[in-house]
């Protein structure tokens, strides 16, 4: 299975803030790689997919990154509402598997 | 628009079983793949099944393997999860979720563009 690790797995920062979270695959999964954002208590939501296209009603403030193993999910200026839970998921082919999460908070 | 409204969870005794649905709107149903995917409590995402649009092709997380068993109804646009056996550790909100691409199918299925609400599942004895 393609193991997805994603750092730091917590990050605290301001209103405002350019955040960058890191997620790596154990083996290239070329760009089949989505980023979701989970508030607590509700579904996740798709903001990226196949790296780096922008889901449709998602802000452009989110923007992702790379390919085959090293990805990045990019906030450039980090909004009230965008505290939240992050996971990185591959779908490069079965099993599908998702990064640890990354937890933004508020500083 | 699309809405996956799940349904059939609850508390059961650990090597009981349990029956999920999802029922599904706002798009057509009959051309998509679909996903099963769990979340413990205080913890992260885990996979667990997937369908392809036409029923044909499934495949299973190794942990839930020979225990549980996707399927769908496109007649109803109801996808299900039957799940045997249960273990404490299936303890989790599922949550289903339709698959961004049309027609996948052979394990080669996308990103999830839309998540339900999630129906907690509670294994305890």
Redesign the interface.
């Known amino acids: 299975d393609i193991q997805m690790t994603q750092s730091p797995s917590t990050l605290s920062a301001s209103v405002g803030d350019r955040v960058t979270i890191t997620c790596r695959a154990s083996q290239s999964i070329s760009s089949?790689l989505?980023w979701?954002q989970?508030k607590p208590g509700?579904?996740?939501?798709?903001l990226i997919?196949?790296a780096s296209n922008l889901?449709s009603g998602v802000p452009s403030r989110f923007s992702g990154s790379g390919s085959g193993t090293e990805f990045t999910l990019t906030i450039s200026s980090l909004q009230p509402d965008d505290f939240a839970t992050y996971?990185c998921?591959q779908?490069n082919?079965?099993?599908?598997?998702?990064?640890?999460?990354t937890k933004v908070e508020i500083k | 628009q699309v809405q996956l409204v799940e349904s059939g969870g609850g508390v059961v005794q650990p090597g009981r079983s349990l029956r999920l649905s999802c029922a599904a709107s706002g798009f057509t149903f009959s051309s998509h793949g679909m996903?099963w995917v769990r979340q413990a409590p205080g913890k992260?995402?885990?996979?667990v099944a997937?369908i392809s649009y036409d029923g044909n092709d499934k495949?299973y997380?190794?942990s839930v393997k020979g225990r549980f068993t996707i399927s769908r109804d496109n007649s109803k646009n109801t996808l299900y999860l039957q799940m045997n056996s249960l273990r404490v550790e299936d303890t989790a909100v599922y949550?289903c979720a339709k698959d961004?691409v049309s027609y996948c199918s052979g394990?080669?299925?996308?990103?999830?563009?839309?998540?339900?609400?999630?129906t907690l599942v509670t294994v305890s004895s």
């Open positions: 089949w989505a979701y989970q509700k579904a996740p939501k798709l997919y196949k889901e996971y998921q779908y082919g079965y099993p599908w598997t998702f990064g640890q999460g | 996903h992260g995402l885990e996979w997937v495949y997380a190794d949550y961004g394990g080669r299925c996308y990103h999830f563009d839309y998540w339900g609400q999630g």
